[in-house]
């Protein structure tokens, strides 16, 4: 079935009935190891750790999915709209390194932020894509933490601010598991 017999509502609904359960729970593993990364490597590692990590959680959510019934990469799968403008969010997430990178070559401590901040944006569309608020939230509260944690933790930036995206993870993917409860 293509995408064009299903109205745009139709598939909207079929997309926000989904789990969402895989790209969290990539992006919580990953951010964990990067917190991890911190406390016992030198920031030389823990850079590379952040760079190769971040790049990865698309990658690693693909292989989560098969464990989460969600199985990305299901080709039997209905064609859904939604699916295209998701990897259009994960692209702009993407083009914000040339954000990032610029910062980390002038104070290398910037990078938790930028890149915490920056890929924390494509969780704005996916609030509208769902109607629901938990993007916002995200997207919004993991802004407010990691600017507050950068300024107020500079000696920690590469702990503290990863262990908070892995809490606003956590958080965010029990509201994830409610929402449908609650719709």
């Known amino acids: 079935m293509e995408y064009i017999d299903r109205t745009l509502e139709e598939q909207r609904v079929e997309f926000?009935?989904?789990?969402?359960?895989?790209?969290?729970l990539a992006g919580l593993i990953v951010w964990l190891l990067i917190g991890i990364a911190g406390?016992?490597?030198?920031?030389?590692?823990?850079?590379?750790?952040?760079?190769?990590?971040?790049g990865s959680i698309v990658y690693l959510g693909l292989f989560i999915s098969r464990f989460t019934g969600e199985n990305f990469l299901d080709k039997t799968?209905?064609?859904?709209?939604?699916?295209?403008?998701?990897?259009?969010?994960?692209?702009?997430?993407v083009l914000v390194y040339s954000i990032?990178?610029?910062?980390?070559?002038?104070?290398?401590?910037?990078?938790?932020?930028?890149?915490?901040?920056?890929?924390?944006?494509?969780?704005m569309p996916f609030s509208w894509m769902v109607k629901h608020w938990v993007g916002v939230f995200h997207a919004v509260v993991r802004t407010v933490?990691?600017?507050?944690?950068?300024?107020?933790?500079?000696e920690h930036r590469f702990v503290a601010i990863p262990f908070a995206i892995v809490l606003m993870y956590v958080i965010t993917i029990l509201i994830l598991r409610s929402r449908n409860r609650i719709k």
């Open 39 to 54: 406390l016992i490597y030198p920031p030389k590692i823990t850079v590379w750790v952040l760079f190769i990590g971040t």
């Open 77 to 93: 799968k209905p064609k859904n709209t939604f699916d295209n403008l998701f990897l259009f969010a994960v692209g702009q997430a």
């Open 16 to 24: 926000s009935n989904r789990k969402f359960l895989a790209t969290p």
């Open 145 to 154: 933490l990691v600017l507050l944690l950068w300024y107020l933790l500079p």
């Open 100 to 123: 990032a990178i610029p910062f980390f070559l002038i104070d290398y401590t910037s990078l938790p932020m930028t890149i915490g901040i920056l890929t924390g944006t494509m969780w």
